[in-house]
């Protein structure tokens, strides 16, 4: 009986064990008829009918994580990523140990936070990638969406750790690479704004070699690194990154912007050194590869005005005032044309002025005024050239004209300003809108000349024959002071004070331009050779010394010319000044506030 029973039992076990494997086998050919649907909607892109697939052999087969996590990716391929989470989120909760599961999970909250992010709102994408975080945080793809995150939004440091550790387990994925050299960047971009200059820079400057050392053809990379370099005047290095990023990156458009920037500034600290000829032939290299760009056209005026090259210096000036496909690069000039060619156009009249070649100067604004028609600087420009050409009351008239429709316009600047003396003891004073100077008359009528001179008006020291040394005037050497408080804009330091002479000649003294802080001008000129004693850039105060008076430049015996001028450097502005004594004809002193000296008037302070 008990062999009959185990032999009974053995039968029973086998046709169980066989009904059992039938039953698999049914089983898997169950679902595998799924994964043949969902093979052939994947095939085709169809991710509708992948969902319908896997939601079938939900039904069929409840709680089987694979089933669960293909459904996940069959809505997130659909562009549904909130649908994709409000599924997998629970069953994230049923399974958490289920990798699949916590994978598409994961990947689900990072559909939704770069979606965010794509639009501008790190903060809130940062809010699904921490949840990411939290249930893989080794994984590639998290890491790298989290250091974003906290990279973009305050939180650089701790960016930078993510990111770091998960280039240091994937060093062959792409996007942690960038990313982190982009945070690198950031992070020296960082301590150059907001830190103290030397220390910052080493350390920018080793963040920056961090990022290249990960990716050196990063366009990133090359080019915030040369801004650094452009920014601590390392030129020439700044330039083989813009050149190696241009090479890589043809449509970059800042690498082509920035190698302008470059080379501007290497051929002007080539001018400022001296070597003009050599920022001659550079700036022409510049514009024979960036042809029409305004800044090079400027610096060419600029350059060979200097160097006496007056046709290539005339050529500069009219294709600036053609405007035929100029371009202007990173720094655009943002001021109106006429300030772009007034100033050019009237040093270089200038220049041919003291040559004697009146006919190529008139020339020269004739081709300007075809250019530009009716501007008034042009018009103004020509009415100098005539006082000084011999055409006087021509000339006097035409700029008297030009002040006369301009003041309409900016009635604002008829109205007086009120400043002390820029010199003490006593003056003999030539004063506003004379008929015998160009340089008081016009634009330039509210210009002072001061000299020195005793009490009775006499300009020289008794006993010396007319016209006599420059040290024989009173005021030569006297202390020039400024009348504001201001920013030292420009100076001239270095041209010779001439002998007197009774006739002035046409030629470049020394200056200084003083700007306040309402943006007016004062100027300053004439100054005695080698007494400027302030540097642009300077604070100055009122009342501090800047210079001494002397006799250089367009003058014919020692004095000071000062004038202060609109915020735009167009038009003198009239000037009271705050207080002094005048002396009458019967010799007399009387105290005068707020007054302004008269031509021939003899006043002290």
């Known amino acids: 009986m008990r062999g009959d029973y185990h032999e009974g039992m053995k039968r029973r076990a086998i046709i169980l064990g066989l009904l059992f494997l039938c039953l698999n086998v049914l089983l898997a050919q169950d679902m595998d008829s799924f994964w043949k649907r969902w093979r052939e909607a994947e095939a085709v892109g169809d991710w509708k009918k992948a969902e319908l697939a896997m939601r079938d052999a939900r039904v069929r087969f409840p ?85 974003c995150a906290l990279r973009d939004t305050g939180r650089l440091q701790e960016g930078i750790a993510v990111l770091e550790r998960g280039y240091a387990a994937f060093s062959d994925d792409g996007y942690l690479k960038q990313n982190l050299a982009y945070a690198y960047v950031s992070s020296a971009n960082e301590l150059v704004a907001k830190g103290k200059k030397n220390e910052a820079n080493k350390e920018a400057e080793a963040l920056f070699r961090k990022a290249g050392g990960i990716d050196p ?194 009635p604002e600047y008829a109205k007086a300003v009120d400043l002390p003396l820029p010199l003490r003891g006593t003056l003999f004073v030539w004063g506003n809108n004379r008929r015998d100077s160009v340089t008081h008359a016009g634009m330039n009528r509210f210009c002072f000349d001061f000299l020195g001179a005793d009490e009775y008006g006499s300009l020289m020291r008794q006993g010396v024959a007319s016209p006599g040394k420059n040290s024989d005037y009173y005021g030569f050497g006297r202390d020039i002071l400024s009348v504001c408080d201001g920013v030292v804009e420009e100076i001239e330091n270095g041209k010779p004070d001439i002998a007197p002479r009774l006739i002035p000649v046409l030629g470049n003294g020394n200056y200084v331009y003083v700007k306040d802080a309402q943006g007016r001008h004062h100027n300053y000129q004439h100054l005695r050779a080698g007494s400027v004693c302030v540097r642009p850039g300077e604070t100055v105060k009122t009342g501090q010394k800047i210079g001494e008076l002397g006799n250089s430049g367009y003058t014919g015996f020692a004095h000071l010319h000062y004038g202060l001028y609109s915020p735009d450097w167009k038009v003198s502005l009239p000037v009271r000044f705050l207080e002094y004594e005048a002396r009458n004809e019967g010799g007399e002193w009387k105290r005068k506030t707020l007054s302004v000296p008269a031509s021939n008037e003899i006043i002290r302070y």
């Open 217 to 410: 053809t990063s366009d990133t990379y090359l080019i915030n690194y040369g801004v650094y370099l452009n920014g601590v005047k390392r030129y020439a290095e700044a330039l083989v990154l813009f050149e190696k990023c241009l090479a890589l990156h043809p449509t970059n458009i800042w690498a082509g912007v920035n190698i302008q920037y470059s080379l501007q500034e290497m051929e002007r600290e080539k001018a400022a050194s001296g070597d003009l000829r050599g920022a001659l032939e550079d700036v022409k290299k510049a514009l024979a590869r960036f042809p029409g760009e305004i800044w090079f056209l400027m610096d060419l005026q600029v350059y060979a005005s200097k160097l006496g090259d007056f046709m290539t210096a005339e050529s500069a000036l009219l294709s600036l005032a053609a405007d035929k496909g100029l371009t202007e690069y990173g720094k655009p000039y943002t001021k109106d044309r006429d300030d772009l060619l007034r100033g050019r156009l009237g040093t270089l009249v200038w220049e041919y002025a003291m040559l004697g070649k009146f006919d190529q100067a008139f020339s020269l604004i004739s081709a300007i005024d075809k250019a530009l028609p009716g501007q008034w600087w042009v018009k103004d420009t020509r009415g100098i050239l005539l006082f000084h050409s011999g055409n006087i009351d021509e000339g006097i008239d035409t700029v008297n004209a030009v002040y006369d429709n301009y003041i309409k316009e900016r």
């Open 63 to 147: 709680g089987r994580p694979d089933f669960s996590a293909s459904l996940c990716w069959a809505l997130r391929q659909q562009g549904r990523p909130q649908d994709a989470l409000a599924f997998i989120e629970p069953e994230h909760s049923a399974f958490p140990k289920e990798l699949p599961i916590t994978q598409n999970y994961c990947y689900t909250l990072l559909d939704l936070g770069w979606e965010l992010f794509g639009k501008g709102d790190p903060a809130a994408a940062l809010v699904y990638f921490s949840k990411a975080f939290d249930s893989l945080p080794e994984d590639r793809y998290v890491m790298n969406a989290y250091g």
